[in-house]
């Protein structure tokens, strides 16, 4: 069972968004800090420069904020990116779930742990 103690590392994900614009990276990880919000100093986006191709944030998906139905839709991404999700299964399902609410969202592949999973997902605008 996840549970929402800090030093219960079981429901953190990390998750790590590449082959997209700066923009694109902002607003899949911006969407995912407001449905997983931590407390300060517990994860948060490291932003790269301009050279940065991997962008990446470590969530507490112990409890959404909301369903990702409710909130408000992201920016529009401009193209496809990459995202690698890497934590405990039930907690990969829901920052995953999270990203089907507001994306096309294609499984690229998973690899599991006896208590960890990590999974490569392709996301991209859904089409009007």
Do not use: Y
């Not at 990390?14 to 911006?30: F, I, K, T």
């Not at 193209?79 to 399902?93: I, K, Y």
């Not at 779930?97 to 096309?104: C, I, N, P, S, V």
């Amino acid at each position: 069972m996840d549970s929402q103690n800090k030093n219960n590392p079981v429901a953190e994900v990390v998750v790590a968004v590449g082959d997209c614009s700066e923009e694109d990276a902002r607003a899949l990880l911006d969407l995912l800090e407001r449905s997983f919000p931590t407390d300060t100093g517990a994860g948060g986006a490291v932003r790269g420069g301009q050279a940065a191709t991997v962008w990446s944030a470590t969530l507490d998906a112990a409890k959404p904020t909301e369903p990702a139905e409710g909130q408000a839709a992201p920016a529009r991404l401009k193209g496809a990116a990459s995202v690698t999700l890497q934590g405990s299964p039930r907690a990969v399902e829901r920052v995953q779930a999270a990203l089907d609410g507001h994306f096309d969202v294609e499984d690229m592949g998973a690899v599991s742990g006896d208590q960890e999973r990590e999974i490569g997902l392709r996301v991209r605008s859904r089409s009007s």
